[in-house]
């Protein structure tokens, strides 16, 4: 999959929420140094789910482009509702060593 700019015109392939919507499902991310806590994570196609971001060690954030996703420290929650089936990939937005550009993971929306 190809990376694309989180401020891209293109369509949207999920709508992010703030509290308008209740999430049916939660995903929590938790990363420790050059690694998250699964290779893959799984989401259902149109089901709002919140998706939480735990920094259990080191300095790092989520990016998820294609899915319009950034998460940290300061905003650590979001709730999105998935609108394309595929595979979208999950990287460290914070340079944090040498394991950094190794740092990726999947989610999938089936």
Known sequence: MTLASACSSSSNSAASTKAQVKPEAELIIEAVN????????HVKKDVPVQITFKN??????????GLRVQLSGKED????IPKEAGN?????????GSGHG????TLIVE
């Open 88 to 96: 979208y990939e999950i990287a460290c937005s914070i340079m944090c």
């Open 77 to 80: 929650s979001v709730v999105i």
């Open 56 to 65: 259990v060690e080191g300095n790092h954030g989520i990016l998820i482009p």
């Open 34 to 41: 050059y690694e998250f806590d699964q290779k893959e994570y």
């Open 102 to 105: 190794t740092m990726v993971s």
